[in-house]
């Protein structure tokens, strides 16, 4: 049974209501209790959420033999992130050292995490040969070779998949499409076959397992994910023809968009997985191949959601103009999304949620010294100093690409579940700002 309402398809998280003094509610809390007790800026994440999307992501694909969720952890990852979907038992896509270090921490599976990367140092490859049976997914030849030579000189065997460029573009922002032909990410398929024949002549160092695609971010049409399972199949076909292989894994990787604002109509969760388990079967099978393990990466769609920013409303400002800016106590460090990818959000006020709306709009601007600082160019909020506004849809790419720009402290992070908040991570100091600086003893004379 698909799940009620696709949490991606909703712009606040599912647990979010108002009560009766007007103030928004996140699973069963106050947010206005939460900021006077975590402060402002606020990252707010709403587990119920998070396990709504887990759980319509597996219902969907439960129809396939064989299928594993791997959540991309360049979404929103901390040991908290890791431990509550170690406990859903699903699967992790990691990028780098520090999210395979933050996942093992947390006492992650490793046979259920995916190493991704372009360009994976020789350290990171070591720390995933040595964290046990965590599979590669390898970006070029030479990076094979470096897995190679590492899985050799540790004794192991390298599983690995090789990540594709299917040449296929989604309906999406330009920085945020990889499957198009000129992506830095994958190889050609015309470099498939002179690479399986690298991995073929080397000794039992590596095992391929499966071919791996990702097209985008923030995609909203399946059809692109047609063409890319496709693509993939006939490289099935190819290799088992041409080498004999029996690939047992394919990873479409992720990509499903949410609703940001109204107009936003991502496929739900559930259609997505569905639509996507059933393309495989009919693809695999019209070609007589049995059906692979089914891989998907969902990042955005599991995390962003859940995800809502307090800011407190500072001054405001009339310019000659009409133009009105409304200050927030971030902006682009805690949110570089507007001003990296022109992202719109919706916001609320959270402290009056009942307000009109009013007919001319403000403009939610951040503290940062950068003019593009502008979280919403145009809100249609009757907010005040003091209010505090509330951002939707930031859980995912927030927390993980937020910066300390203007040497300021990162927001604290903090997790709702079942009526409690609980700080899964805690706010920068200014301490904490110093903590990596050194200062060369002939500078302090
Ligand atoms: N798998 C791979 C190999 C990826 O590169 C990505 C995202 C995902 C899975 C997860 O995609 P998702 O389900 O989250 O769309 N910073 C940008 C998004 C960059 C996405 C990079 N790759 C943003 O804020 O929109």
């Not at 992650?108 to 590669?136: C, D, M, T, W």
């Amino acid at each position: 049974m698909p799940p009620v309402e696709s949490p991606n398809t909703k712009i606040r998280p599912s647990s979010s209501s108002i009560n009766d003094k007007g103030h928004l509610v996140i699973g069963g809390l106050d947010t206005v209790d939460l900021a006077e007790q975590f402060g402002t800026p606020l990252w707010v994440m709403d587990e119920t959420t998070i396990t709504a999307a887990v759980a319509a992501y597996k219902e969907g694909l439960s129809a396939y033999p064989d299928s594993l969720v791997l959540y991309a952890g360049k979404a929103f990852l901390c040991l908290s992130m890791c431990h509550l979907l170690r406990r859903h038992g699903i699967g992790l896509d990691v990028v780098s050292g520090g999210e395979l270090h933050t996942a093992c921490q947390a006492s992650f599976p490793a046979e259920n995490i995916y190493l991704h990367g372009n360009n994976k140092s020789e350290g990171e490859i070591r720390q995933a040969l040595i964290a046990g049976n965590v599979k590669i997914v390898v970006d070029s030849e030479s990076e094979l070779s470096l897995v190679a030579s590492i899985a050799r000189q540790l004794g192991r065997r390298a599983r690995i998949l090789l990540r594709l460029i299917p040449g296929v573009e989604p309906d999406t922002h330009q920085h945020i499409v990889t499957g198009h032909e000129e992506s830095k990410f994958g190889l050609a398929l015309t470099d498939l076959f002179p690479v399986v024949r690298k991995i073929i002549s080397l000794d039992s160092a590596v095992e391929l397992i499966g071919l791996h695609s990702h097209i985008g971010s923030q995609s909203h049409a399946m059809e692109p994910y047609w063409q890319m399972i496709d693509i993939l199949a006939d490289c099935f076909v190819d290799l088992q023809a041409s080498f004999g292989l029996r690939l047992s894994q394919i990873d479409v990787g992720g990509g499903l968009g949410i609703a940001y604002n109204d107009n936003d109509r991502p496929t739900p969760i559930y259609e997505w997985a569905k639509g996507i388990a059933e393309h495989v079967t009919s693809s695999f099978q019209q070609r007589c191949l049995p059906l692979p393990k089914l891989l998907v990466e969902p990042g955005r769609s599991i995390a962003g959601t859940a995800g809502v920013t307090l800011y407190r409303a500072g001054h405001k400002k009339r310019l000659p103009s009409g133009l009105t800016y409304l200050f927030l106590d971030g902006g682009m460090a805690d949110n570089p999304r507007p001003i990296t990818y022109d992202a719109r959000y919706t916001a609320a006020i959270a402290n009056r949620m009942n307000a009109p709306a009013p007919l001319t709009p403000l403009s939610l601007a951040g503290r940062y010294c950068e003019s593009g600082d502008i979280i919403i160019k145009e809100a249609f909020l009757s907010a005040e100093s003091g209010d505090l506004i509330a951002v939707f849809g930031t859980g995912a790419y927030n927390l993980s690409m937020a910066s300390n720009y203007n040497r300021t402290g990162r927001p604290a992070c903090i997790l709702l579940s079942a009526g409690k908040a609980e700080i899964i991570v805690e706010r920068e100091t200014v301490d904490d700002l110093l903590r990596q600086d050194r200062v060369p003893e002939r500078l302090l004379r």
